[in-house]
């Protein structure tokens, strides 16, 4: 549909004008912010009436966001290749993607004081697969959001697509597009007041030459930092799903997480590097602990407490160990674990097949989807608790209920910044451990420290609402994830019969095998979100090596076996060209 093509009410045009000149002139007059500001501020607000328009005055008979296809038609992408793409071209390009990876979680944001970052994101690191103070800061974080809403929106039946067709299809993910670049804006404006704070150097030397408007300006070169990260995230998620191998997404998450695996089980530095190693210092990695205490302890001490360092407090106890062990294990398990539906081809007789429905038939997306939730919760309280300008937004602006947090690293809890104290956001945040409360329940006097001012009953209802959070939530994106992937029974059903195959002792049509699938393809999807959910929870109240989360250790080991499983597709491929068309290649 091209852009002549697309039916607009042009009406739309002067109240949205009007409703930008009106924010723009109650800005001016509340906030009286410099010329500089305006002109920023007007710009965002430009944007978004842009879009609006966009939408709002598409006249068709499809779904508005036709109305966008001006936009998205036009916005940078990556190229899809023409025809088959060699396995060693796709590893070429995944390695290099991955290399390009780590190279920018080592490029620090220029002009930044990375002795005052506070993190909002500190406990959702694994799987944002970030890094703190970089170019990755904000990780994919925008693009799982974008994910969400759309998911959410699609659910519920706000977006009125059809995804099992082609036009509809790309209307749906060109949109995506459009939100997540939006969702970087939206979390990447707000790092940057009280958070990511400037250099006073680069702050000097801009308000020398602009007339008082260094901090905005530094502000701006980190937002634009930023944005320039994130989408460079987004262009490279693209390249890895196109020339390369599996999901961009998927082989940051299992990067990041494999790191922080390795340097919670190998690491030899002290957990304060800026003190020497200690009884009360001791090595971070679970390996160079264990032989640290070994040593340096006699029987006797390791009976009246050093057992309890080793096998249970933090950084890296061996029950950590062993926790991330089992989820290897268990993640292995349950991906191999499936049902099989038996099938026979209509018309050539003995040709027999089955259709696989394993355990995990939503794959680990929905656990993704429901940390990243959590994670913008967590990022939302911090900012209504902290923001100068947050704290007085009308009833949940610095609203103890919401959650507060400690004003400074220095409190008598001993935890950072972003730890919330009390409120929703305490009850929804991720347990760490056993030592967070396990300890505490089992002799509070000692340990009761650990959770942060709270009653052991306290801590016990703050693990069963995480635990019941990530379950539910994870069940919810499971159910919304098939449907918007044709994964559901009818679009099964009408691949089944497209393919010309059918279900022995069942007639061969779409509406008999939906009935036959919806027997299975409904409750097996509500066991793979509650399982994954579950698996990632109870990680996270184990513990896991280099606080990697249930949620990180979960997705690295589904994400690396989901990749062997392709690399073995790919070389099958290459072996045999008539398998090509077969699995779904080109020719």
Do not use: C
């Amino acid at each position: 549909m091209a852009e002549e093509e697309i039916p607009r009410d042009r009406r739309w045009a002067l109240p949205l004008a009007i409703l930008g000149a009106l924010i723009v002139a109650l800005l001016w007059f509340w906030e009286q912010p410099t010329p500089l500001a305006l002109a920023l501020i007007g710009a965002a607000i430009a944007a978004v009436l842009l879009l609006l328009y966009l939408g709002l005055s598409y006249s068709g008979p499809r779904s508005k966001l036709y109305g966008l296809k001006p936009l998205t038609s036009r916005m940078p992408a990556v190229t899809q290749p023409k025809g088959h793409v060699h396995f060693r071209t796709k590893m070429f390009w995944t390695i290099g993607i991955l290399l390009m990876y780590f190279l920018l979680t080592n490029i620090y944001l220029f002009g930044v004081d990375q002795a005052t970052v506070i993190d909002l994101f500190a406990s959702y690191r694994a799987i944002l697969a970030g890094a703190q103070g970089t170019l990755m800061h904000l990780g994919i974080g925008p693009i799982v959001t974008g994910s969400i809403i759309m998911q959410l929106f699609t659910g519920a039946k706000i977006i009125n697509l059809d995804l099992t067709d082609d036009e509809d299809k790309s209307v749906y993910q060109g949109s995506q597009k459009v939100i997540v670049i939006a969702m970087i804006f939206v979390e990447a404006i707000p790092q940057v007041y009280g958070y990511l704070t400037p250099s006073a150097s680069l702050v000097t030397s801009l308000g020398q030459s602009s007339a008082g408007n260094g901090l905005l300006l530094a502000n701006t070169i980190i937002v634009a930092q930023l944005v320039f990260g994130s989408y460079l995230v987004f262009l490279m998620d693209e390249v890895v799903s196109k020339w390369g191998i599996g999901s961009g997404i998927s082989l940051f998450i299992a990067a990041g997480v494999s790191q922080q695996i390795i340097q919670g089980t190998l690491n030899w530095l002290p957990q304060n590097p800026a003190l020497s190693v200690s009884l009360s210092n001791p090595p971070s990695g679970t390996i160079p602990k264990t032989f640290y205490f070994l040593t340096h302890l006699t029987a006797t001490q390791m009976a009246g407490g050093g057992w309890e360092q080793v096998l249970l407090r933090q950084p890296n106890p061996i029950v950590a160990l062993v926790g991330t062990a089992a989820i290897f294990f268990l993640v292995a398990w349950t991906e191999s674990t499936r049902i099989e539906l038996p099938l026979s081809h209509a018309e050539a007789r003995g040709a027999r097949g089955r259709y696989p429905l394993r355990l995990i038939y939503a794959s680990n997306i929905p656990v993704i989807l429901m940390s990243a939730l959590l994670a913008n919760v967590s990022m939302i309280s911090i900012l209504l608790w902290t923001n100068p300008t947050l704290v007085h937004f009308p009833l949940l602006g610095h609203q103890w209920w919401i959650g507060s947090y400690p004003a400074s690293t220095s409190n008598s809890f001993g935890v950072s910044q972003t730890t919330p104290l009390t409120g929703g956001a305490y009850y929804l945040s991720t347990v760490n451990g056993l030592e967070s409360w396990l300890l505490p329940i089992l002799n509070y006097q000692t340990y009761g420290n650990f959770l942060v001012g709270h009653a052991w009953w306290q801590g016990l209802l703050h693990v069963a609402v995480y635990f019941g959070a990530m379950v539910g939530g994870s069940i919810l994106f499971a159910k919304f994830w098939i449907q918007t992937t044709n994964m559901g029974p009818e679009a099964v059903a009408r691949q089944i019969e497209a393919s010309g195959m059918q279900i022995p002792g069942f007639r061969r049509e779409p509406r008999v095998l939906r009935r036959v699938l919806e027997r299975y393809i409904p409750v097996i999807t509500t066991i793979s979100g509650a399982a994954v959910g579950a698996l990632a929870a109870g990680a996270d109240l184990i513990g896991t090596l280099g606080n990697a989360s249930g949620t990180g250790v979960l997705l690295m080991v589904g994400i690396i076996i989901n990749l062997y499983e392709a690399m073995g597709r790919e070389q099958l491929m290459e072996m045999n060209p008539l398998l090509r068309r077969f699995l779904g290649g080109e020719s």
